[in-house]
T-cell receptor
């Protein structure tokens, strides 16, 4: 049973570019959340998708957008990259109902030069 | 906005119990406390969670004070592999919930 998988593992971009990160949830899970983790900090909630819609959003600008597909996989898009967007981006999956725990992927390390 | 406060770092001798405190004084009645740990910038790993009763599983025990304003994670017999950053988290919402991570406690288990 595969857990949460993310791709790519590492990515290098330059300022102003756009990036797309991908996530496949744990088998049986229907909800995907994205987190940004800057160096030395705890993960910060970006947004959460369920039934292909954004359900909750953290304090992130509109440059951060996402999508969820019918198979529950998800993408995180970041436009007009800034140096401060350099971080580990974590995807987590869960079930929307019940008292569920989040299962995290290993993340995508994004470096913006 | 983090809803939890944790010490930045703690040391523990191998084989001894590690007690990691967390303050969540603004927690609401329907908000759960979760603990996760993160090793070498891998994805966080679930440890345990609770609402108001103490909980125990194969990894750890969670002690929540009666007023729910604080909790303690107990690793009964710490090993070197338990060296990690431990996050105390408040889960907000009954559905479509989001997790608030603080800065975590770096636990150093020493031989």
């Amino acid at each position: 049973d595969a857990g949460v998988t993310q791709s790519p593992t590492h990515l290098i971009k330059t300022r102003g570019q756009q990036v797309t990160l991908r996530c496949s949830p744990k088998s049986g899970h229907d909800t995907v959340s994205w987190y940004q983790q800057a160096l030395g900090q705890g993960p910060q909630f970006i947004f959460q998708y369920y039934e292909e819609e954004e359900r909750q959003r953290g304090n992130f600008p509109d440059r951060f957008s996402g999508h969820q597909f019918p198979n529950y996989s998800s993408e995180l898009n970041v436009n007009a990259l800034l140096l401060g967007d350099s971080a580990l981006y974590l995807c987590a999956s869960s079930l929307v109902s019940g008292i569920e725990k989040l299962f995290f992927g290993s993340g995508t390390q994004l470096s913006v030069l | 906005d983090a809803k939890t406060t944790q010490p930045t770092s703690m040391d523990c001798a191998e084989g001894r119990a590690a007690n990691l405190p967390c303050n969540h004084s603004t927690i609401s009645g329907n908000e759960y406390v979760y603990w996760y740990r993160q090793i070498h910038s891998q994805g966080p790993q679930y440890i345990i969670h609770g609402l108001k009763n103490n909980e125990t599983n194969e990894m750890a025990s969670l002690i929540i004070t009666e007023d729910r304003k604080s909790s303690t994670l107990i690793l009964p017999h710490a090993t070197l592999r338990d060296t990690a950053v431990y996050y105390c988290i408040v889960r907000v919402g009954d559905n479509f919930n989001k997790f608030y991570f603080g800065s975590g406690t770096k636990l150093n288990v020493k031989p």
